[in-house]
């Protein structure tokens, strides 16, 4: 085997390797990019323009709007992951409102319905006018007070 | 009805087979391009190994993907890809340092337990159907951990090889029962931690800017620092020692988020290992080693710094682009297909070959970290993060130790060196995390009626 061969072979494996690991990456890309959907239905395409990451299903919420207390006018586009609310840095709806806990309560979807839970804070959270003892499904334009704010989900 | 006919439009991740099967051969192809080009170099000819040993990993990875489609259909894409890539590497440098003349190697014999791994493997993913089980199995996997952390120290039973009683002998092999305790155990921890983690993450008074537990919270982190220091003093195994005791601190972290509790272990391994320092004299050897390896005296004495310099050394000579596969000197670099293969291939591929493993190992845990977030339940998503830290904190711990960065301590590179147990429990963990990653993967079951109270749902 001459030098010359033995160094392109040398060469052409490195750059094969490194094309595994960038074709790698190119299959997970959708994480960087967001959801691939599986052989495009026609539903969704049409959907699409809109409201690329939102369930474009009927009757569900897309998104928490705050509609009292100091954060008025924020609004959250609701997506798969649960939402928390409290006082704590890491909370989706950060509040800084003395009577609200540091994790106050969660907002989660199951089944198409957004759940409501009271994570065991102090001053409680309301669903319309009736404290929040349990996960309840909240329907929509139903406000939920905690402490002085104020959000509802909407369409 | 509004379900049925609107439930087709909501995005569904794509099960992504034909990427997985496309790439597994990708990597099949890469291996069997290695093995030739070790051959080219060594004899000048195509060696006669390379079908058995490609068309055997092949067939091999084959099966495991016929047994993933069928018995995990959403899991992810490139976990089985990436491992058989890393094993088919180990296996040709193994089978390139026993054409160099070591009589330990052996491909033959690893290819066997890769092919034990892989029937491990498929065994895992058609028994466990469903990984929850684990979580009930919490306390009882915590006992099989100590009690085959521990079984090395029976007398009868243990064995003592290379300075270290982490070896049992079963009669026909030689296993290390470590590897399979640090998966038990990390099953433990997840359960333990699922069950616990809101007492530690929330009981605890505010010192300065980080939240400090209560001294009674202190228990089970107390508990795991003894058992590693007696894993380090007892069986005198630095490496497992540190990866247990750093995988249990990470996943408190992962549990409860909090700074502080990675403090304090960090804190409590450094007191440890200089007490132990202090007071060992294997410690000390590896601590002087460490700070000096140049030195001529050490580089002489036996168990000194020798290896470990042969190991930069083979790295230096390496270069950039390496010597190429077959024209390197694995044979000086003592164990060089077991605790060292990653300076061997370092020497022959390179800082490119190397950085490409690297990354693949980085891609092996981010696709774990990454089935760790989309997982809905708090024990897998534990379970996810400790299996997939595991990995890396391994690689870190032993690439750091061959490139000096840390202190060397005796640890598998997780596929590629030889050795049948740590290949059998590393596949066991890649089961564990593509059954969790099937699970995460899956779309929720859909309602096939919308009214009334009970409802039908379509699994």
Redesign the interface.
């Known amino acids: 085997?001459s030098e010359l061969?033995?160094?392109l072979?040398?060469?052409a494996?490195?750059a094969?390797?490194?094309f595994?690991?960038i074709?790698?990456?190119g299959?997970?890309r959708t994480?960087l990019f967001g959801?691939?959907?599986?052989t495009a239905?026609k539903?969704?395409k049409a959907?699409k323009p809109h409201k690329p990451v939102a369930?474009?299903?009927?009757?569900e919420p897309r998104q928490m709007v705050v509609t009292g207390g100091p954060l008025q006018g924020t609004i959250i586009t609701l997506s798969e992951t649960p939402i928390t609310i409290g006082r704590a840095n890491?909370a989706t709806l950060v509040l800084s409102d003395d009577y609200a806990s540091s994790r106050h309560a969660r907002l989660f979807p199951q089944?198409?319905q957004w759940i409501v839970e009271d994570l065991g804070s102090t001053n409680g959270t309301y669903l319309d006018r009736s404290k929040v003892t349990r996960p309840t499904p909240v329907p929509l334009g139903v406000p939920i007070r905690i402490g002085k704010t104020v959000i509802e989900l909407r369409k | 009805m509004?379900?049925t006919t609107?439930g087709?439009?909501?995005?569904?991740?794509?099960?992504?087979r034909g990427?997985q099967l496309a790439?597994l051969a990708?990597?099949v192809a890469?291996v069997m391009?290695?093995y030739a080009?070790v051959g080219?170099?060594v004899d000048?000819r195509i060696p006669a190994g390379m079908l058995t040993y490609g068309l055997g990993l092949g067939g091999l990875v084959l099966a495991a993907y016929l047994v993933l489609a069928k018995f995990a259909p959403w899991a992810d894409?490139?976990i089985l890809?990436?491992v058989t890539?890393v094993n088919g590497i180990g296996l040709v440098m193994i089978y390139r340092i026993e054409t160099g003349g070591s009589k330990l190697a052996s491909a033959s014999t690893q290819l066997l337990w890769t092919g034990v791994g892989i029937v491990m493997f498929s065994v895992t993913l058609i028994v466990l159907r469903d990984h929850r089980a684990l979580q009930r199995m919490t306390y009882t996997a915590g006992f099989a951990g100590l009690l085959l952390l521990i079984s090395p120290l029976i007398p009868g039973l243990g064995q003592t090889l290379n300075g270290a009683r982490i070896w049992i002998s079963l009669g026909f092999a030689n296993l290390q029962p470590s590897e399979f305790a640090k998966l038990a155990l990390v099953v433990f921890f997840a359960g333990y931690l699922v069950a616990k983690r809101d007492v530690l993450a929330l009981a605890g008074r505010r010192l300065l800017f980080i939240d400090l537990p209560r001294a009674r919270d202190l228990g089970p982190v107390l508990i795991t620092w003894a058992v590693s220091l007696g894993v380090l003093v007892l069986q005198r195994d630095l490496g497992s020692s540190l990866l247990l005791f750093g995988t249990f601190i990470a996943m408190l972290y992962i549990a409860t988020?909090r700074t502080s509790w990675v403090l304090i272990g960090i804190l409590l391994f450094v007191g440890g290992a200089m007490l132990a320092g202090l007071l060992f004299d294997h410690v000390a050897a590896r601590f002087e080693v460490y700070l000096n390896p140049e030195d001529p005296e050490l580089f002489y004495k036996f168990g000194g710094s020798a290896q470990l310099m042969e190991g930069l050394f083979a790295m230096g000579t390496g270069g950039v682009?390496?010597t190429?596969?077959g024209?390197g000197h694995p044979q000086l670099i003592p164990l060089s297909f077991s605790d060292f293969i990653f300076a061997a291939t370092g020497e022959e591929?390179?800082l490119?070959?190397l950085m490409?493993?690297l990354?693949?190992y980085a891609?092996i845990v981010?696709?774990g970290l990454?089935t760790s977030l989309a997982a809905r339940d708090p024990f897998s998503k534990l379970l996810a993060g400790g299996l997939s830290f595991i990995l890396a904190w391994q690689v870190f711990i032993i690439v750091g130790g061959v490139t000096n960065l840390i202190p060397l301590t005796g640890l598998v590179t997780p596929f590629m060196s030889q050795g049948g147990s740590a290949l059998l429990a590393n596949w066991i963990l890649i089961a564990l995390l593509v059954r969790m990653s099937d699970s995460a993967r899956r779309p929720?079951p859909q309602?096939i009626q919308d009214e009334g109270m009970t409802q039908v749902f379509q699994r």
Not at chain 1, 35 to 38: N, Q
Not at chain 1, 55 to 59: A, E, L, Q, W, Y
């Open positions: 085997m061969t033995l160094l072979i040398r060469l494996f490195l094969v390797l490194w595994f690991v074709a790698a990456v299959v997970i994480d959801p691939r959907t599986a239905p539903a969704a959907a369930k474009p299903r009927k009757g890491d089944d198409g | 509004a379900v609107s087709s439009a909501v995005p569904m991740p794509a099960k992504r990427a790439m990708f990597a890469i391009g290695a080009s080219l170099a000048g894409p490139l890809p990436l890539l988020q682009l390496g190429g596969l024209q591929l390179g490119t070959g490409a493993l990354l693949v891609l981010e696709r990454r929720p309602a």
